[in-house]
């Protein structure tokens, strides 16, 4: 057991990292952590900002909105990029968020997704819940 993730089951391999766990308050703290471990090791820093921030967006939506914040992330290195799915068991989906006032405190996750990361979208996740997923890619061009 870990002192951040005291449910956490963890499983990886070269190209790719599962864990799932219960989400709370500084989960998404210790998620940047390792997110940005696996993007160095795959020598993806590059994305570092763009995939923690959406990573954080996405595990703030499920602290928010799904009852038990149990969840599990997959990092999957891709040629030249990173795919990352965030997988719940709530048959809540996600609805996007018409005009947001200046002074609203939430309603802008997807907008800001949407600006960060190359693509994304939902999918069926386990029993009725869904896994919402995004991939960026680097524009760099190795020799």
Same mark, same amino acid.
């Given at each position: 057991?870990?002192?951040?993730?005291?449910?956490?089951?963890?499983?990886?391999?070269?190209?790719?990292?599962?864990?799932?766990?219960?989400?709370?308050?500084?989960?998404?703290r210790h998620v940047r952590r390792i997110v940005r471990s696996y993007l160095r090791e795959w020598d993806l820093a590059e994305l570092t900002d763009a995939v923690e921030l959406a990573v954080?967006?996405?595990?703030?939506?499920?602290?928010?909105?799904?009852?038990?914040?149990?969840?599990?992330?997959?990092?999957?290195?891709?040629?030249?990029?990173?795919?990352?799915?965030?997988?719940? #068991?709530?048959?809540?989906?996600?609805?996007?968020?018409?005009?947001?006032?200046?002074?609203?405190?939430? #309603?802008?996750?997807?907008?800001?997704?949407?600006?960060?990361? #190359?693509?994304? #979208?939902?999918?069926?996740?386990?029993?009725?819940?869904?896994?919402?997923?995004?991939?960026?890619?680097?524009?760099?061009?190795?020799?």
């Amino acid at each position: 057991m870990n002192e951040y993730f005291p449910s956490v089951v963890v499983g990886h391999c070269s190209d790719q990292y599962r864990m799932s766990f219960t989400a709370g308050a500084h989960s998404a703290r210790h998620v940047r952590r390792i997110v940005r471990s696996y993007l160095r090791e795959w020598d993806l820093a590059e994305l570092t900002d763009a995939v923690e921030l959406a990573v954080t967006e996405l595990l703030a939506n499920v602290v928010r909105h799904v009852p038990d914040r149990r969840c599990t992330l997959q990092l999957l290195r891709q040629t030249g990029g990173v795919r990352v799915e965030v997988a719940d #068991g709530s048959p809540r989906q996600l609805v996007q968020a018409g005009p947001v006032s200046d002074d609203s405190e939430c #309603g802008r996750g997807l907008v800001l997704l949407d600006a960060v990361v #190359g693509k994304w #979208g939902v999918g069926p996740g386990p029993g009725d819940g869904k896994t919402v997923w995004f991939e960026c890619r680097s524009d760099r061009t190795d020799p």
